[in-house]
């Protein structure tokens, strides 16, 4: 559970001088005999029931608090059963099963069960769903908690997906080209540097031979007969997990799950077991993987871990001393990257779930072109450097103080998170058969855990790391030479260097930084009539802030500037690009690289910046009563005038290198030439060479950084979070009211530029598939809040249809994207994109029938019923994105970017009543009428 909740919020006997390494047998450090410090037994969390059917089935079920916020049933179907149980002539049916139900059950024949839930409002791919993985399949739907019809409904789903799936003839032949078309994406025709990775590292056991997704040719040759006969050995009562989430009050889901799935009887029988093997990490084996899509060069290390059960004293003792080491040896391996001349760029260190269910210490380094050896020799010191002196007392207070703010960060996000997010934490406990404990108990557990005494835990990290075992696999673009022998001896000769104790433990924070302490101008108190307060201080700077307890103690902060690169000289564009990378590991406040990371730890606030071609901002998250120290980030990010130039120019090292591989591969002339006929010779969407990058200098990246403030187009600061309104007012004038923020500039717009329309074919895919897209850009309409509810709606509609013409009734693609570019504050376009991919032999058939269906929409407008489906769709997904605080920030900065005041950040409802089907088929004609760019990317 620790390795769970910590990666939310983190990174996630010695050995003499020259010692030989020994490599023994059997790699895993067993530790059955291992004496825990505590008497740890888990609460359990007392919101969840579980329980089992006379008929063997497995249920359990979460009531939640009732917030206000939440409004959805979370239900799941899962069963034990996926890949690995498939005959060696059934491979990908497990697969095809799961298709075929939602293609047809007895009480929902053909595509009923989507089109019933998508007219309340619900969508394919979002509130139904399923996959399948090597052990299990997952059937989701999520509906409305006020809509008792709908939920008995789903239930009746649940039952027919477990029991009554048609298999119908017509409907196996049409969903056959489909899986293949998900093949083609998935893994295609160039086997990729990942899948080779998988298939090495499961060398020797079933894996490899059972990836979910199947072998095509069975898949192209199943009949309804074969799938019946997987489904009935699999589906049973006895072989299932009925997993409900919902707010308490809104049902009975006990009682749903009894009366829908007691009376189903059938005989157990023994099901055979998976037949997965074990992954053998014995010895030293490195190897290197490249593919044509392979741009950077990195290793990717794993060695044996300790081998504990989870469920016990022991083992939550041992998880917890393995995230905490893990967490030390990335803090080390992110300052190799810091040092001049450094071999690694980017490090992290982890413990890995294996599908055998082995947990390896897994280590990833990304590295320099031609200094692979250097930098696995650096990864293998660092390593010994860790099982010989183990973490310092000043590394196990600091990462102790982490993890508590991890956990207290957790706790609170819980108690405002919807229902998907308490189901994917059930349903990852009782995937892994771990016990679903109560998130309050994790804090008490924690002060017990800290007090293991340091020699202890440095005596488990010295068995948990193991010299003389370790797969390695080196990453590298295609043409990049590899050499295993002498990468095997530059890792030996990391272990046989000789080293000092590392103790370096960063500082915080300076109490004083970035103050710039001004006056409030103007304050409009709406908290009565509309739950906001909003204030313009005295440099002109607006901020609204939304008091909430949704998530108790916590607060987000978002900054958004408008402008972006379009309020840049051309000149300083190509700096706009590294100034996310460069302003992040150059740091604030005096600490730089991992020392700014770990300060940022130890408050627990999460830290982004963004820079586009509309605008530029900073996101900061996290316990309220660090929202001084959000606000100071929020100014130093935009005022701060220094850069660390060492790290700066690791950046830019970066940058060129990614340059230099992606401008040698065939997808350059594709991407050039499509951005050409799209946006026109635009420096903004300019592909740079390394040559270009290798220019760049820090006083570029600074003249970028001034220009937020000198030359934005209009600035906001959303507040959301658990505060006082009088405290949030008063650090405003301490650290935002007099930041040198310069008047507005007028937006700057460059004219129409998709100015002819194009049809390209480009040749150089090296995947066996072909990729289309298709660019309508038009003038009108001009954007507002109707305008663009009109295009939300007209997206959803559209994207039904192409599923229906292109998916369900063809089988030319897995599916397609439907999005739109409004035409923002400084656009004179509004773009909408239709893309997806298809096998090159049915290329033109592809062409022909995206056209039809496109002249179709004009020909035939869509209908009150499908404008009225799709409002539905568009208000479900608006609900579900205001009822959290991060949905409810982004809202109401989002108002700054389309000019509309604050305060109606969530009156999409009152909007949606003016929409009507005549305006959405005027916006799908002025839209579809526009200049068309097309571009086919074929092998």
Known sequence: MYKKILALGLFVSSLAGCAQLSTQADPSTNMGRYKPHTAWQ??????????????????????????????????????????????????????????????????FPKHEMVAFFESAGMSFGGDINAYTGFNETVYSLTVPSDRPDLIATAFEVLYDWSTAISFEADEVAKE??????????????????????????????????????????????????????????????????????????????????????????????????????????????????????????????????????????????????????????????????EQEQAALIDSSAGIDSLEDGQKPLQIYGTVYEGRSSEALTALAAELKRMQRYGISTEEYQQIGGQFRISIENWVSSLAG??????????????SEEELPEDPESMLANLDQLLSIPLADVNRIIAKAIQPGHLRGYFFHPKGAEFDAAAAKAAYLTGWQNKLEERTTVSAGF???????????????????????MLWTLENGLSVVFKPTDLEPGRAYVQTLLLGGNRALPDELVMASESWVAARTRSGLAGLAGQDFDDALQSIGVGYDLFYSNL????????????LDRMLQLTAGSLAEPDLNETLFELVKNTSIEQADQFNQTPDRNFYGRYLAAVYGNQPRYTIWSGAQLSELTVADVQAVQANLLQSHQGALVAIVGDLEVERVEQLLMIYLAGLPLQAATEATSFGPITES???????GQVEERTDIRYVFSASEPTLSPLSLSLSKVFNLALDKRLLESIREDSGLSYGTAVFQHPRYFNESQWRLHIRFSTDPQRQQEALTILNAELERVLA???????????????????????????????????????????????????ILVEVTADQVNTLAATLLGGTRVVTVYQP
């Not at 300076?510 to 906001?532: C, K, M, N, V």
């Not at 605008?615 to 660090?626: L, R, T």
């Open 860 to 910: 035939m407008p869509f209908s009150a019923t499908e404008v009225t489906e799709a409002m539905s769709k568009y208000r479900e997904q608006m609900q579900q994105d205001l009822s959290t605080n991060a949905g409810a920030i982004n809202a109401l900065t989002d108002t700054l970017l389309y000019a509309i005041p604050a305060v109606q950040y969530d009156d999409f409802e009152d």
């Open 176 to 337: 056959a080209p489909v899986i293949v078309e998900e093949w083609r994406l998935s893994e295609g025709t160039e086997q990729s540097a990942g899948l080779q990775f998988f298939n090495h590292l499961y060398a020797d056991t079933a894996y490899p031979e059972r990836m979910p997704i199947g072998d095509m040719s069975i898949v192209k040759a199943a009949t309804p007969e074969q799938l019946r006969g997987f489904y009935q050995r699999h589906y049973r009562p006895d072989n299932i997990d009925v997993v409900v989430v919902y707010p308490e009050g809104s049902m009975d889901a006990v009682a749903a799950i009894a009366s829908t799935f007691a009376g189903w009887q059938r005989e157990p029988s023994a099901i055979d077991e998976p037949q997965g093997s074990a992954v053998d990490l014995a010895g030293i084996e490195l190897f290197g993987l490249s593919d044509s899509d392979q741009l950077n060069s990195f290793w990717l290390l794993y060695l044996p871990g300790l081998s504990y059960e989870t469920n016990s004293a022991a083992g939550n003792e041992l998880g917890f001393i393995e995230t905490l080491y893990t967490q030390a040896l990335t803090g080390r391996l992110q300052r190799l990257g």
């Open 757 to 763: 329309a194009q049809t390209l074919i480009i040749s």
């Open 510 to 532: 300076q109490a004083d930084a970035y103050r710039f302490p001004g006056l409030i101008a103007h304050t409009d108190d709406r908290l009565d009539s509309e739950g906001l």
């Open 42 to 107: 888990p609460t359990l969390d007392p919101l969840v029931q579980q329980g089992v059917l006379d008929n063997g089935l497995r249920w359990a079920v979460k009531a939640l608090p009732d917030n206000d916020n939440r409004d959805r049933v979370e239900l799941r179907l899962r069963v034990r059963a996926g890949s690995l149980d498939e005959l060696d002539s059934e491979r990908g049916l497990a697969h095809m099963v799961e298709h075929l139900a939602l293609n047809g059950t007895a009480r």
């Open 615 to 626: 605008y530029a901002g900073v996101d900061v998250n996290g316990p309220a009563d660090q």
């Open 417 to 430: 998170a919807s229902s998907a997010e308490h189901i994917d934490w059930l349903m990852s406990d009782i």
